[in-house]
């Protein structure tokens, strides 16, 4: 992965990380000065989601400076799922990303911040096509020889080009 593309999402990644960081504080401050209600427990609930997607943004992040490894070639399926949480925030908030993942998906020869920029790329150029309040269809395809992946906007839309991912060996 590119330093540019990292340094990019920086921001919006601090950003995003202190909104859900100020929600747990914020809820977690009010449980501990009110009794156990049911709307306490919502509040709880409110903190287990926040701390999910604080869970998943911070390792989409992270993992593009430290991705899976990829002996024996890269997990495609495991590199698309972590970016997830990075494609929604670069739609922004209410928009939707859709991973297709056909099932036993081979490994790709394609090195995994290779694979990060490629999908990153697809999504940004997807995302610029994409209707007002759309969201994104990240689908990969298997082939004999390898797989493609196609990102369009959604309900609908024309994206960039599909990208050949070969099979690893």
């Known amino acids: 992965m590119m330093t540019d593309d990292l340094l990019a999402f920086a921001r919006p990644v601090r950003h995003e990380a202190n909104n859900l960081i100020a929600v747990l504080s914020g809820t977690a401050d009010i449980l501990l000065r009110v009794a156990a209600t049911d709307r306490d427990r919502a509040r709880a609930e409110r903190v287990r989601e926040a701390t999910q997607q604080l869970d998943g943004l ?35 908030p209410g928009r939707s990303v859709e991973i297709e993942l056909p099932p036993r998906l081979r490994r790709v020869r394609m090195p995994a911040p290779e ?55």
Not at 58 to 80: F, H, I, N, Q, W
């Open 58 to 92: 911070l390792k989409a992040y992270l993992s593009l400076a430290v991705p899976p490894p990829d002996a024996g070639g890269t997990d495609a399926a495991r590199v698309l799922t972590l970016l997830h949480p990075l494609m929604v925030l670069l739609l922004g």
């Open 115 to 169: 694979l990060q920029a490629v999908a990153l790329r697809l999504a940004r150029e997807a995302a610029a096509a994409s209707p007002p309040g759309g969201g994104l269809r990240v689908a990969v395809e298997a082939m004999p020889e390898g797989a493609t992946l196609r990102v369009t906007p959604t309900p609908e839309g024309e994206g960039p080009p599909p990208v050949f991912l070969p099979a690893a060996p």
